[in-house]
């Protein structure tokens, strides 16, 4: 299809501006732990975030694949452009309001969601890859889970393996241990996250013609990646509040715990191209780590409303993409 440049271009910004909100979103996922424990100071915690996001942005490109073809194949889409700008529209809103709420929302959910509803809108219900879709909303949907279960056996083991120790003694060398498990994150959230939206980028770029193939361009690497990493440079405050301190008293033995949890179902996503929600990954194990210290520790009614917000997110930012499709085109 023949698309003007300034349109391409135009969703080359959204796709960007995307992944800079979702930088600052979810850099609260990789160091709000860290910084609850003072294992380290937020500029440093938030430097360290964005130079690993950027480098583990850069390295896989699987899971851009994944999100490139499998909801809906962009060759065969004559309005793929106009979808692709709703998509980014819609989940843009979406991050802002959770942000202002503070609360954890998933930006891959708010993404998947708003591609779907816009493909379904924009080119019709048969143009769904509905297996595709289902696929990722699985990924979606028990990553949480096995983040949850991971983190309350590995605290349980931690308190065993410990339980003798002087608790001021453990908490020092988990201190310090905190600040490679941050790193880690971080580098597996870029690893991740990133790719959603060079996925998002290839998606449009195959529609319009520019090239046929979903393999991600160098240039879609490094914009990506750096759009992340200063979106990460930001830092979200609100939400970092909420996962640092809200859901339960993190100690350093608790935050290196989650961050180990979470880093370990993210970075499996990504060497499986499975696009997963780092937000849903680290909130359970956070719940997952907190159950295993004291069940009456976690204030359930917060983890509720996250909970409730993560199922919401996929149907609203899809209607929401769909109006957003009907109202522009």
């Given at each position: 299809?023949?698309?003007?440049?300034w349109?391409?271009?135009?969703?080359?910004?959204?796709?960007l501006?995307?992944d800079f909100?979702?930088?600052f979103?979810?850099?609260?996922?990789?160091?709000?732990?860290?910084?609850?424990?003072?294992a380290?100071?937020?500029?440093?915690?938030?430097?360290?975030?964005?130079?690993?996001?950027?480098?583990?942005?850069?390295?896989?490109?699987?899971v851009?694949k994944?999100?490139?073809?499998?909801?809906?194949?962009?060759?065969?889409?004559?309005?793929?452009i106009q979808?692709?700008?709703?998509?980014l529209?819609?989940a843009?809103?979406?991050?802002?309001?959770t942000?202002?709420f503070g609360?954890?929302s998933?930006?891959s959910?708010?993404?998947?969601?708003?591609l779907?509803?816009?493909?379904?809108?924009?080119?019709g219900?048969?143009?769904?890859?509905?297996?595709?879709?289902?696929?990722?909303?699985?990924?979606?949907?028990f990553?949480?889970?096995?983040?949850?279960?991971?983190?309350y056996?590995?605290?349980?083991l931690?308190?065993?393996?410990f339980?003798?120790?002087?608790?001021h003694?453990?908490?020092?060398?988990?201190?310090?241990?905190q600040?490679?498990t941050?790193?880690?994150?971080?580098?597996?959230?870029?690893t991740?996250?990133?790719?959603?939206?060079?996925?998002?980028?290839?998606?449009?770029l195959?529609?319009?013609g520019?090239q046929?193939t979903?393999?991600?361009?160098l240039?879609?690497k490094?914009?990506?990646?750096t759009?992340?990493?200063?979106?990460?440079?930001?830092?979200?405050?609100k939400?970092?509040?909420?996962?640092?301190?809200?859901?339960?008293?993190?100690?350093?033995?608790?935050?290196?715990?989650?961050d180990?949890?979470?880093?370990?179902?993210?970075?499996?996503?990504?060497?499986?191209?499975?696009?997963?929600?780092?937000t849903?990954?680290?909130?359970?194990?956070i719940?997952?780590?907190?159950?295993?210290k004291?069940?009456?520790?976690?204030?359930w009614?917060?983890?509720?409303?996250?909970?409730?917000?993560?199922?919401?997110?996929?149907?609203?930012?899809?209607?929401?993409?769909?109006?957003?499709?009907?109202?522009?085109?």
């Amino acid at each position: 299809m023949d698309v003007n440049i300034w349109v391409l271009g135009l969703v080359i910004v959204l796709a960007l501006s995307f992944d800079f909100i979702n930088g600052f979103h979810d850099t609260a996922n990789a160091i709000a732990t860290s910084i609850s424990t003072r294992a380290l100071t937020p500029k440093v915690a938030i430097i360290l975030a964005a130079c690993m996001n950027f480098i583990g942005a850069v390295m896989f490109s699987g899971v851009a694949k994944t999100i490139g073809g499998s909801v809906a194949d962009p060759a065969k889409l004559d309005n793929g452009i106009q979808i692709v700008i709703a998509t980014l529209i819609a989940a843009i809103i979406w991050n802002l309001v959770t942000w202002w709420f503070g609360i954890p929302s998933s930006s891959s959910h708010a993404l998947i969601g708003a591609l779907a509803g816009a493909v379904f809108v924009g080119a019709g219900s048969e143009m769904v890859n509905w297996t595709g879709f289902i696929d990722i909303v699985k990924a979606l949907i028990f990553s949480p889970l096995i983040g949850f279960g991971i983190g309350y056996v590995l605290m349980q083991l931690l308190k065993w393996i410990f339980a003798s120790r002087s608790p001021h003694a453990v908490n020092r060398g988990f201190r310090t241990l905190q600040i490679f498990t941050a790193a880690l994150q971080s580098f597996t959230h870029g690893t991740n996250d990133a790719q959603k939206v060079m996925g998002i980028i290839t998606f449009a770029l195959v529609s319009a013609g520019v090239q046929d193939t979903v393999d991600v361009p160098l240039w879609v690497k490094i914009s990506a990646a750096t759009a992340m990493a200063v979106g990460s440079s930001v830092g979200g405050w609100k939400i970092i509040k909420t996962m640092g301190t809200k859901i339960f008293k993190i100690e350093p033995i608790n935050g290196f715990a989650a961050d180990l949890t979470g880093a370990s179902v993210i970075f499996t996503a990504t060497l499986l191209h499975l696009p997963v929600s780092t937000t849903h990954v680290i909130t359970s194990a956070i719940l997952g780590v907190g159950s295993a210290k004291r069940f009456s520790s976690v204030k359930w009614s917060l983890a509720g409303r996250i909970v409730i917000t993560w199922f919401i997110t996929i149907p609203i930012a899809a209607c929401l993409a769909g109006v957003i499709y009907k109202i522009i085109f």
